[in-house]
Protein backbone atom coordinates (compact mmCIF):
# COMPACT_ATOMS: atom_id res chain seq x y z
CA UNK A 1 0.00 0.00 0.00
CA UNK A 2 2.71 2.42 0.84
CA UNK A 3 4.23 1.53 -2.87
CA UNK A 4 0.97 2.21 -4.10
CA UNK A 5 1.16 5.98 -2.78
CA UNK A 6 3.69 7.07 -5.65
CA UNK A 7 1.92 5.74 -8.65
CA UNK A 8 -0.19 7.93 -11.04
CA UNK A 9 -4.00 7.78 -9.78
CA UNK A 10 -4.67 6.08 -13.67
CA UNK A 11 -2.23 3.45 -12.71
CA UNK A 12 -3.84 3.18 -9.39
CA UNK A 13 -7.72 2.95 -10.88
CA UNK A 14 -6.37 0.58 -13.26
CA UNK A 15 -4.82 -1.83 -10.33
CA UNK A 16 -8.23 -1.12 -8.46
CA UNK A 17 -10.24 -2.16 -11.31
CA UNK A 18 -8.07 -5.42 -12.46
CA UNK A 19 -8.21 -6.54 -8.36
CA UNK A 20 -11.73 -6.28 -8.20
CA UNK A 21 -12.67 -8.35 -11.13
CA UNK A 22 -10.74 -11.34 -9.53
CA UNK A 23 -12.41 -10.51 -6.17
CA UNK A 24 -15.75 -10.98 -7.99
CA UNK A 25 -15.05 -14.61 -8.29
CA UNK A 26 -12.84 -14.79 -5.32
CA UNK A 27 -14.92 -13.39 -2.44
CA UNK A 28 -18.55 -15.31 -3.22
CA UNK A 29 -19.73 -14.56 0.19
CA UNK A 30 -19.72 -10.82 -0.15
CA UNK A 31 -20.84 -11.76 -3.90
CA UNK A 32 -23.64 -13.37 -2.56
CA UNK A 33 -24.77 -9.77 -0.50
CA UNK A 34 -23.97 -7.59 -3.25
CA UNK A 35 -26.49 -9.40 -5.06
CA UNK A 36 -28.90 -10.11 -2.56
CA UNK A 37 -28.84 -6.19 -1.99
CA UNK A 38 -28.93 -4.94 -5.27
CA UNK A 39 -32.47 -7.93 -6.30
CA UNK A 40 -34.38 -6.43 -3.15
CA UNK A 41 -33.39 -2.59 -4.00
CA UNK A 42 -33.70 -2.79 -7.79
CA UNK A 43 -35.92 -5.85 -8.59
CA UNK A 44 -37.63 -3.96 -11.82
CA UNK A 45 -34.00 -4.33 -13.23
CA UNK A 46 -33.30 -7.25 -15.26
CA UNK A 47 -30.98 -9.41 -13.68
CA UNK A 48 -27.90 -9.67 -16.28
CA UNK A 49 -28.09 -5.49 -15.67
CA UNK A 50 -27.68 -6.55 -12.00
CA UNK A 51 -25.07 -8.51 -12.67
CA UNK A 52 -23.01 -5.99 -13.90
CA UNK A 53 -24.10 -3.75 -11.52
CA UNK A 54 -22.58 -6.26 -8.70
CA UNK A 55 -19.13 -6.65 -11.20
CA UNK A 56 -18.73 -2.47 -11.31
CA UNK A 57 -19.32 -2.16 -7.30
CA UNK A 58 -16.24 -4.80 -6.59
CA UNK A 59 -14.64 -2.36 -9.10
CA UNK A 60 -14.79 0.90 -7.35
CA UNK A 61 -14.64 -0.95 -4.02
CA UNK A 62 -11.39 -2.02 -4.37
CA UNK A 63 -10.42 1.20 -6.50
CA UNK A 64 -11.42 2.89 -3.14
CA UNK A 65 -9.37 0.60 -1.23
CA UNK A 66 -5.98 1.14 -3.08
CA UNK A 67 -6.39 4.46 -3.52
CA UNK A 68 -6.44 4.97 0.58
CA UNK A 69 -2.86 4.71 -0.19
CA UNK A 70 -3.12 8.41 -1.40
CA UNK A 71 -5.22 9.35 1.85
CA UNK A 72 -2.61 7.91 4.00
CA UNK A 73 0.44 8.74 2.86
CA UNK A 74 0.35 11.09 -0.41
CA UNK A 75 1.45 14.81 0.07
CA UNK A 76 -1.25 17.56 1.06
CA UNK A 77 -1.18 19.42 -2.23
CA UNK A 78 -1.57 16.09 -4.38
CA UNK A 79 -4.65 15.37 -2.00
CA UNK A 80 -5.52 18.67 -2.79
CA UNK A 81 -5.12 18.49 -6.34
CA UNK A 82 -7.19 14.98 -7.12
CA UNK A 83 -10.29 15.57 -4.61
CA UNK A 84 -11.41 18.74 -5.45
CA UNK A 85 -14.00 19.75 -3.17
CA UNK A 86 -17.73 21.51 -3.92
CA UNK A 87 -19.58 23.55 -1.20
CA UNK A 88 -17.29 24.43 1.65
CA UNK A 89 -19.28 27.66 1.96
CA UNK A 90 -22.22 25.86 3.64
CA UNK A 91 -19.92 25.03 6.75
CA UNK A 92 -18.15 28.42 6.62
CA UNK A 93 -21.37 30.18 7.00
CA UNK A 94 -22.13 27.91 9.97
CA UNK A 95 -19.20 29.06 11.74
CA UNK A 96 -19.45 29.13 15.50
CA UNK A 97 -22.94 26.96 15.26
CA UNK A 98 -23.11 23.29 15.51
CA UNK A 99 -22.91 21.10 12.33
CA UNK A 100 -23.46 17.25 11.42
CA UNK A 101 -22.17 16.30 8.33
CA UNK A 102 -24.29 13.44 7.23
CA UNK A 103 -21.66 11.32 4.93
CA UNK A 104 -23.47 7.90 3.02
CA UNK A 105 -21.99 5.11 2.59
CA UNK A 106 -20.52 5.47 -0.73
CA UNK A 107 -17.01 3.90 -1.64
CA UNK A 108 -15.49 7.27 -1.15
CA UNK A 109 -16.49 8.25 2.43
CA UNK A 110 -12.98 7.98 3.48
CA UNK A 111 -11.50 10.67 0.89
CA UNK A 112 -14.28 12.66 1.62
CA UNK A 113 -13.38 12.83 5.37
CA UNK A 114 -9.51 13.35 4.50
CA UNK A 115 -10.31 16.09 1.92
CA UNK A 116 -12.33 18.04 4.26
CA UNK A 117 -9.81 17.67 7.45
CA UNK A 118 -7.51 19.60 4.76
CA UNK A 119 -9.82 22.98 5.48
CA UNK A 120 -11.64 22.65 8.20
CA UNK A 121 -11.34 21.37 12.06
CA UNK A 122 -13.86 18.63 12.87
CA UNK A 123 -14.78 14.77 14.60
CA UNK A 124 -15.44 12.23 12.76
CA UNK A 125 -17.50 8.82 13.87
CA UNK A 126 -15.42 5.61 13.23
CA UNK A 127 -15.73 1.66 13.96
CA UNK A 128 -12.89 0.65 16.13
CA UNK A 129 -10.87 -2.53 13.56
CA UNK A 130 -10.55 -5.84 14.77
CA UNK A 131 -6.67 -5.48 13.21
CA UNK A 132 -5.21 -3.03 15.24
CA UNK A 133 -2.66 -1.63 12.29
CA UNK A 134 -5.65 -1.32 10.10
CA UNK A 135 -7.07 1.04 12.63
CA UNK A 136 -4.21 3.18 13.14
CA UNK A 137 -3.84 3.29 9.65
CA UNK A 138 -7.55 4.77 9.27
CA UNK A 139 -7.04 6.92 11.93
CA UNK A 140 -4.27 8.59 10.62
CA UNK A 141 -5.40 9.12 7.55
CA UNK A 142 -8.45 10.55 8.20
CA UNK A 143 -6.65 13.37 10.72
CA UNK A 144 -3.24 13.47 9.40
CA UNK A 145 -3.94 17.11 8.15
CA UNK A 146 -5.51 18.31 11.00
CA UNK A 147 -3.65 16.95 14.17
CA UNK A 148 -6.46 18.42 16.81
CA UNK A 149 -9.04 16.61 14.51
CA UNK A 150 -11.33 14.33 17.19
CA UNK A 151 -11.97 10.54 16.35
CA UNK A 152 -14.88 8.95 18.21
CA UNK A 153 -15.66 5.37 18.58
CA UNK A 154 -19.22 4.59 18.03
CA UNK A 155 -18.71 2.55 20.96
CA UNK A 156 -18.16 5.85 22.93
CA UNK A 157 -21.97 6.61 22.57
CA UNK A 158 -23.08 9.70 22.42
CA UNK A 159 -21.69 12.20 25.05
CA UNK A 160 -18.12 12.89 23.06
CA UNK A 161 -20.43 13.44 19.90
CA UNK A 162 -22.74 16.12 22.01
CA UNK A 163 -19.53 17.66 23.75
CA UNK A 164 -17.92 18.14 20.02
CA UNK A 165 -20.86 19.84 18.42
CA UNK A 166 -21.82 22.23 21.88
CA UNK A 167 -18.11 23.23 20.84
CA UNK A 168 -18.94 23.84 17.41
CA UNK A 169 -16.45 21.20 16.00
CA UNK A 170 -18.49 19.71 12.90
CA UNK A 171 -19.43 15.81 13.25
CA UNK A 172 -18.57 14.17 10.06
CA UNK A 173 -20.99 11.37 10.89
CA UNK A 174 -22.49 8.05 8.62
CA UNK A 175 -26.26 7.20 9.15
CA UNK A 176 -27.07 4.35 6.79
CA UNK A 177 -24.99 1.12 8.54
CA UNK A 178 -27.45 -1.89 9.88
CA UNK A 179 -26.11 -1.91 13.58
CA UNK A 180 -28.81 -3.72 14.99
CA UNK A 181 -32.07 -2.82 16.79
CA UNK A 182 -30.62 -0.85 19.46
CA UNK A 183 -31.34 3.03 18.62
CA UNK A 184 -33.21 2.14 15.31
CA UNK A 185 -36.40 2.20 13.70
CA UNK A 186 -37.42 0.07 10.58
CA UNK A 187 -37.74 2.98 7.91
CA UNK A 188 -38.01 2.16 3.66
CA UNK A 189 -34.81 2.23 1.99
CA UNK A 190 -35.76 1.40 -1.71
CA UNK A 191 -39.16 0.48 -0.60
CA UNK A 192 -36.84 -2.13 2.20
CA UNK A 193 -37.88 -1.87 5.79
CA UNK A 194 -33.93 -1.07 6.93
CA UNK A 195 -32.94 -1.05 10.69
CA UNK A 196 -31.45 2.84 10.27
CA UNK A 197 -30.53 4.45 13.29
CA UNK A 198 -32.39 7.52 14.26
CA UNK A 199 -28.69 9.35 15.99
CA UNK A 200 -28.89 11.97 13.11
CA UNK A 201 -32.18 13.39 14.16
CA UNK A 202 -31.55 12.89 18.03
CA UNK A 203 -27.83 14.49 17.99
CA UNK A 204 -29.82 17.35 15.84
CA UNK A 205 -32.94 17.88 18.63
CA UNK A 206 -30.11 17.77 21.23
CA UNK A 207 -27.85 19.97 20.07
CA UNK A 208 -29.89 22.89 17.78
CA UNK A 209 -27.13 21.29 15.21
CA UNK A 210 -27.59 21.94 11.55
CA UNK A 211 -27.14 19.10 9.38
CA UNK A 212 -25.42 19.24 5.72
CA UNK A 213 -25.17 16.01 3.37
CA UNK A 214 -21.85 15.19 2.28
CA UNK A 215 -21.54 12.78 -0.82
CA UNK A 216 -18.39 11.66 -2.29
CA UNK A 217 -17.94 10.71 -5.80
CA UNK A 218 -15.10 8.73 -7.40
CA UNK A 219 -14.64 10.11 -10.90
CA UNK A 220 -13.40 7.61 -13.82
CA UNK A 221 -10.12 6.45 -14.41
CA UNK A 222 -7.18 9.36 -13.40
CA UNK A 223 -9.81 12.08 -12.83
CA UNK A 224 -9.75 11.82 -9.10
CA UNK A 225 -12.67 12.15 -6.74
CA UNK A 226 -15.60 14.86 -6.01
CA UNK A 227 -16.46 15.80 -2.48
CA UNK A 228 -19.85 17.78 -2.51
CA UNK A 229 -21.36 19.71 0.00
CA UNK A 230 -24.79 20.12 0.02
CA UNK A 231 -27.05 22.64 1.28
CA UNK A 232 -28.50 22.39 5.09
CA UNK A 233 -31.48 20.22 5.34
CA UNK A 234 -34.60 22.75 5.89
CA UNK A 235 -37.24 22.16 8.66
CA UNK A 236 -35.05 19.67 10.50
CA UNK A 237 -35.17 18.00 12.82
CA UNK A 238 -39.15 17.78 12.99
CA UNK A 239 -40.53 16.32 16.43
CA UNK A 240 -41.35 12.96 14.61
CA UNK A 241 -37.42 10.96 14.99
CA UNK A 242 -38.88 8.25 12.30
CA UNK A 243 -40.13 10.79 9.55
CA UNK A 244 -36.56 12.25 9.57
CA UNK A 245 -34.78 9.12 9.13
CA UNK A 246 -36.90 8.07 6.56
CA UNK A 247 -36.18 11.28 4.70
CA UNK A 248 -32.21 10.80 5.35
CA UNK A 249 -32.77 7.49 3.51
CA UNK A 250 -34.65 9.16 1.00
CA UNK A 251 -31.56 11.33 0.07
CA UNK A 252 -29.49 8.69 -0.01
CA UNK A 253 -31.96 6.93 -2.40
CA UNK A 254 -31.51 9.79 -4.65
CA UNK A 255 -27.60 9.91 -5.19
CA UNK A 256 -27.64 6.54 -5.39
CA UNK A 257 -29.69 6.34 -8.40
CA UNK A 258 -26.89 8.85 -9.80
CA UNK A 259 -23.86 6.22 -9.47
CA UNK A 260 -25.76 2.97 -8.26
CA UNK A 261 -22.63 0.96 -8.04
CA UNK A 262 -20.75 3.22 -5.68
CA UNK A 263 -22.91 2.60 -2.93
CA UNK A 264 -21.60 0.30 -0.19
CA UNK A 265 -23.48 -2.84 -1.07
CA UNK A 266 -21.26 -5.00 0.27
CA UNK A 267 -22.63 -4.63 3.88
CA UNK A 268 -25.48 -6.19 4.95
CA UNK A 269 -27.97 -4.27 4.92
CA UNK A 270 -31.14 -5.69 5.41
CA UNK A 271 -29.13 -8.16 8.63
CA UNK A 272 -31.92 -7.03 10.91
CA UNK A 273 -35.28 -7.95 10.01
CA UNK A 274 -38.84 -6.77 11.60
CA UNK A 275 -39.89 -9.88 14.15
CA UNK A 276 -40.25 -13.13 12.19
CA UNK A 277 -38.66 -12.17 9.02
CA UNK A 278 -35.72 -14.02 8.31
CA UNK A 279 -32.60 -12.98 7.21
CA UNK A 280 -32.19 -12.58 2.93
CA UNK A 281 -28.52 -12.97 3.26
CA UNK A 282 -29.22 -16.53 5.27
CA UNK A 283 -30.20 -19.91 3.03
CA UNK A 284 -32.78 -21.19 3.85
CA UNK A 285 -33.72 -24.33 6.07
CA UNK A 286 -33.63 -27.55 4.24
CA UNK A 287 -36.99 -29.96 4.61
CA UNK A 288 -35.83 -33.11 5.65
CA UNK A 289 -38.12 -35.72 3.07
CA UNK A 290 -40.86 -36.98 4.30
Not at 59 to 76: D, G, H, N, T, Y
Not at 145 to 167: C, M, T
Not at 207 to 225: C, K, Q
Request: charged share 25%; glycine share 6%; net charge positive.
Amino acid sequence: MWLAHWLPLGVLAMIGNAIGNAAFWLIPERRKVIRVNLAKCFPQIPEDERERMARAHFRVFMRSFIERSLLWWAPKERVLRLMKLEGLEHIRALAGKPVILVAPHFVGIDAGCTRLVCDIHMAGLYARQKDPLYDALLLQGRTRFDVEAIAIARQDGVRPILSALRKAIPIYYAPDLDFGRQDAVFVPFFGVPAATITGVSRLARASGATVLPVITRILPGGEGYRVKVFPPFENFPTKDVEADTRRINAFIEEQVLTMPEQYYWVHKRFKTRPEGEPSPYEAPPRTKPA
